[in-house]
């Protein structure tokens, strides 16, 4: 088509997904990966789960090997960081200072943690969102009993509590949501995780970070120091995170779990829609040749008639190969081959919306969650307890009158299979709820 190259950014779930999808679509020119990251391409869900507990090493979470990579013919761009594009031209900007102008861009750059001024240099302080990360806090469980504090009780704060006890450490999970992942999953839901994680010997508790206790000073959360004669000198160790309350929680180590934020700060383009994630159409595109996946994009799901965007492992690989599909779509069209072929009467290749039914799962202690649709911004939700002990639960969501998402709590995966299919397309809340109990009234085996 062209000798320009398609540049994918962001060699991670999706952008691994984007660069083989664009060879299976027929793209056969160049083709480059870009990511800031050290390591080939790795899965993220194990970090909090069997990475963290010690169960696996760091090569069993790799997503390909280097001699599957290699009929790719990639230029493979590790430790590279893009740090501009200018979108009308589709040229990439690299941290070295060389421009690539391509022939269309996939931006698979995801979301960073976030995490709170204070914590800048504390020693003893974590997130969890990298490879380097999870090996760091994986390092300093593994010395022996530790007072854990995990502040941020969404997702992965919960996971992360549940692996620490799991390995006997003292957990402390504390959050601004009255129960574990409500905002996510809805209270009753919320009620049945707290359940377990207090059986199991976590500490729960509801509140906002006011400070860090460290050997030297206390820093507040916006990162001032209370000690008039704060000094530069070996970082300090935390000690403690004080609430809002005044409350205070002893700690040898903190993980920061209080969400993240999209990598799109190296998009200054204003031709670009950088709020919350980058905006896309519904075929996955930003703008003329550009296209993005994962955990960064925000497009309009067609189904649901708004702007969604999920960082979920699933929706990684989904998006992924239909931004991929679509540009070479978009390319295809744009050429003269596309002009000859259709002089043959050849049908060029169309775009096509992305419409998945989304999904995530989340694994803590021995039980399984898993979602079909959207559960966050429900305004009604219905949570039936099916086994309180075995923690078995479902639970169905619903915007507007129409049903969207459902949950299931260990149950087995035949019933799972059945809720999907309640929630493939919004139907009305009372269709949805009859289909519900239909679906979980058999008898567990
Ligand atoms: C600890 C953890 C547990 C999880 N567990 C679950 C789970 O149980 N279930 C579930 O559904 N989902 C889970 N997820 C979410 C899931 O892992 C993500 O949805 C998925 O990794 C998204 O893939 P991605 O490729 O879009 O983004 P990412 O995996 O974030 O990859 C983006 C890559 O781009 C790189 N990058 C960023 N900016 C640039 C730049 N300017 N130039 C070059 N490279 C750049 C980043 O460093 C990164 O390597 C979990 C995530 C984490 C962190």
Not at 95 to 102: F, I, K, P, V, W
Not at 229 to 238: E, F, L, R
Not at 300 to 328: I, S, Y
Request: glycine fraction near 10%.
């Amino acid at each position: 088509m062209t000798n320009c190259p398609i540049a994918v950014v962001g060699a991670s779930a999706a952008g691994i997904t984007a660069a083989e999808a664009l060879r299976r679509a027929g793209w056969d020119g160049p083709l480059i990966l870009i990511g800031d990251e050290p390591h080939l391409p790795y899965d993220r869900p194990p970090l909090s789960k069997q990475l963290l507990h010690g169960a696996w090493e760091p090569a069993k979470l790799m997503l390909r090997t280097e001699e599957q990579l290699a009929p790719l013919g990639l230029d493979l761009r590790l430790g590279t960081r893009a740090t501009a594009l200018d979108a009308a031209t589709r040229t990439l900007t690299l941290d070295g200072g060389e421009h690539l102008a391509c022939a269309g861009v996939i931006i698979a750059t995801g979301v960073a943690a976030r995490t709170l001024p204070a914590a800048e240099g504390l020693t003893g302080v974590f997130t969890l969102r990298t490879l380097d990360d999870a090996l760091a806090l994986r390092d300093r469980l593994s010395g022996g009993p530790r007072r854990l504090v995990v502040v941020g009780n969404g997702v992965l704060g919960c996971e992360a509590a549940a692996v620490a006890r799991e390995l006997g450490h003292d957990v402390a999970l504390v959050g601004r949501e009255p129960v574990p992942m409500a905002a996510a999953v809805g209270a009753g839901i919320g009620e049945l995780l707290a359940e377990e994680h207090r059986a199991r010997g976590v500490r729960l508790l509801t509140g906002e970070v006011a400070a860090f206790e460290t050997t030297g000073n206390a820093t507040d959360a916006t990162g001032a120091t209370d000690a008039a004669d704060a000094t530069d000198g070996p970082a300090a160790q935390v000690t403690g995170v004080r609430l809002a309350d005044g409350t205070v929680l002893p700690a040898d180590l903190v993980l920061l779990a209080i969400g993240s934020e999209p990598a799109v700060g190296w998009l200054a383009d204003p031709a670009l829609d950088t709020t919350d994630g980058l905006g896309c159409d519904a075929y996955c595109a930003a703008a003329p040749g550009i296209y993005a996946a994962g955990d960064v994009a925000r497009w309009e799901h067609p189904v649901h008639g708004r702007p969604l965007r999920f960082e979920h492992r699933m929706n990684a690989t989904e998006q992924a190969m239909a931004a991929a599909r679509n540009l070479v779509a978009e390319l295809t069209a744009e050429t003269a081959e596309a002009a000859a072929e259709a002089a043959e009467g050849a049908e060029p290749p169309e775009r096509r919306p992305f419409a998945p039914v989304p999904y995530f799962w989340s694994d803590q202690y021995g039980l399984k969650l898993q979602a079909y649709g959207l559960t966050a911004g429900a305004d009604e939700v219905e949570t039936t307890v099916l086994d309180r002990d075995a923690r078995r639960a479902v639970a169905l969501y619903g915007r507007a009158g129409r049903a969207v998402g459902v949950l299931a709590c260990a149950l087995p995966p035949r019933q799972i299979r059945a809720l999907r299919a309640v929630v493939a397309t919004p139907v009305p809340w009372e269709e949805a709820r009859d289909r519900v109990r239909e679906a979980t009234a058999t008898a567990v085996g």
